[in-house]
């Protein structure tokens, strides 16, 4: 769920009656329902892989002050050693959202899984996001977008500019 949506913690998800996870039912037609269960994340962290022409990009580590999985990478304050980002997606006097941020690589096996179901998704461009389960230590894909809004100050965060990538991609599309 993203930062356009109102996420509500519930129960795993087995113990929910199938009426609270159909979005048809309990929705009206111009808004969407999403309910997932709240994993706790192992070590509080989620990370974001982002593809571009469906291959690997970057990924990050983003740290969440627990309370929430309410996330948008373009939002994030700080790394992880506390130095403030520069926030270009959100206003100057958005609230701090005591998120952090560091880059990663994942395993090899975990991009190619990321390349693998960007492949069968059919996205271009977009992230995944995943997380260990800290119950039980498996790993847990759960948001995929069809749609990247690149980590805040990208250069001191990744080591490069993810904008410029986007851009060179696309100008190759064009005929």
Known sequence: MGATSEPER???????SPIAVSPVAVSPVATR??????????DGRITRVETLGGKYLYAIHVYTPGDSFNLCPA???????GVELARGAA??????NRMRV??????????AAVERIMAASGI?????????DNRDGSLVYYDINALSNFVADAP???????????????????P
């Open 10 to 16: 519930l129960p795993r998800l087995p113990a929910v």
């Open 33 to 42: 329902t999403g309910r997932q269960e709240f994993v706790p994340a192992r």
């Open 75 to 81: 939002d994030i304050c700080q790394t992880t050693d």
């Open 91 to 96: 206003p100057a006097d958005a609230p701090k």
């Open 102 to 111: 560091e880059g990663y690589t994942p395993p090899d096996d975990v991009i």
């Open 124 to 132: 271009d461009v977009g992230g995944i996001e995943y997380m260990i």
């Open 156 to 174: 001191r965060v990744v080591g490069f500019d993810p904008f410029a990538r986007l851009a060179d991609y696309l100008e190759g599309l064009t």
